[in-house]
């Protein structure tokens, strides 16, 4: 138990649906990451947030779309996904955005798996 | 173009011997490296790192080695258990330009470790 929830554990959806990841973290942290792992690939980061403003989109298509509303939840919102887009999704968290000399570890949840149809 | 590579997938070692874990990179950009584990069904937790500016750093059994001129590194475990079975990311890490860090992982290996 790292202290980051993640729900849904696993999620199957169509092209069509809409839907949300959702991720918690009781850590008292204040920068919040996505990552995305495809079959095969290694674990890519897609955004981050430090103390709620997104810093980092690393170019990401926009049927992904992001929000947190506060420093202990984020949220991937997902629509009109695509086959390809079936892969674990990882959110974690660290005490602060990792800035020069002050590496900050960071702590990940369990993960989603998601299915696209 | 992967710029982290962890080219065994799998590595078998029996209970007590050392394991190895090599990890090659390409950006010489990188100037600090983690290891992290992972088990089934549970998101990676980190386990040891070290900076550019070292080439060995110890923490109990886990020991990470840095050749910066190979471009290269590597995690020993002496001596190996089996709750050591899992697998293992290498990540390294540069500055994104905008002034934070982010982390470029490897695709992993599986550690099995043989009662």
């Not at chain 1, 009109?80 to 990882?90: C, G, H, K, N, V």
């Not at chain 2, 011997?17 to 490296?33: G, W």
């Amino acid at each position: 138990e790292t202290g980051v929830t993640q729900t849904p554990r696993h999620l199957v959806m169509g092209m069509t649906n809409k839907k949300s990841l959702k991720c918690e973290q009781h850590l008292g942290h204040n920068a919040m990451y996505w990552y995305k792992q495809s079959a095969k690939k290694p674990l890519e980061l897609m955004f981050v947030y430090n103390f709620k403003e997104q810093t980092e989109n690393n170019s990401v298509p926009s049927r992904f779309s992001p929000e947190c509303p506060n420093s202990s939840h984020l949220f991937l919102h997902l629509h009109t996904l695509q086959p390809e887009d079936s892969a674990l999704y990882f959110c974690a968290s660290s005490q602060r955005e990792w800035i020069k000399s002050s590496y900050n570890e960071q702590f990940f949840g369990p993960g989603t798996r998601l299915t696209v149809l | 173009d992967q710029q982290v590579k962890q080219n065994s997938p799998s590595l078998s070692v029996q209970e007590g011997r050392i394991s190895i874990l090599n990890c090659d990179y390409t950006n010489s950009m990188f100037d600090y490296f983690l290891w992290y584990k992972k088990y089934p069904a549970e998101g990676p937790t980190f386990l040891i790192s070290i900076s550019s500016i070292k080439d060995k750093n110890e923490d109990g059994r886990f020991t990470v080695f840095l050749n910066k001129s190979a471009k290269h590194l590597s995690l020993h475990i002496v001596p190996s258990q089996p709750g050591d079975s899992a697998v293992y990311f290498c990540a390294a890490s540069a500055s994104s330009g905008a002034g934070s860090y982010q982390l470029t992982f490897g695709k992993g290996t599986k550690l099995s470790v043989i009662p």
